[in-house]
Nanobody, 123 residues
Framework: QVQLVESGGGLVQAGGSLKLTCAPS???????WGWFRQPPGKEREFVAV????????RYADSVKGRFIISRDDAKDRVYLQMNNLKPEDTAIFYC?????????????????WGQGTQVTVSS
């Protein structure tokens, strides 16, 4: 079973930046990669996704223009660059993927998940 490991979370002031990294524990056939987050007391929600070839992306409206998702298949890494962070971005962030995920896959269609990394934005 593939495991994903997120890193790069932390505490940052509003307006600051963080870069999250996701790495799989082993090589497998991965398709689209997604980032999701779960704010305190709320359900997990979609943040961003990058297509299998890395050329196409999609973002939640709340992060559009501030976050950038990218993938480096040579290094088996997926990144989420988060700029101009706001207190409402505070959440546990998760990366996810699967062999059949696409740019429009729902959360239930992702097979592999990381354990999450905490992002806290202070005002």
């Amino acid at each position: 079973q593939v495991q994903l490991v997120e890193s790069g979370g932390g505490l940052v002031q509003a307006g600051g930046s963080l870069k999250l990294t996701c790495a799989p524990s082993s090589r497998d056939s991965f398709s689209a990669w997604g980032w999701f987050r779960q704010p305190p007391g709320k359900e997990r929600e979609f943040v961003a996704v990058v297509s299998r070839n890395g050329r196409n992306t999609r973002y939640a409206d709340s992060v559009k223009g501030r976050f950038i998702i990218s993938r480096d298949d040579a290094k088996d890494r997926v990144y989420l660059q988060m700029n101009n962070l706001k207190p409402e971005d505070t959440a546990i962030f998760y990366c996810a993927t699967g062999p059949r995920t696409t740019l429009w896959s729902g959360i239930e269609q992702y097979d592999y998940w990381g354990q999450g990394t905490q992002v806290t934005v202070s005002s």
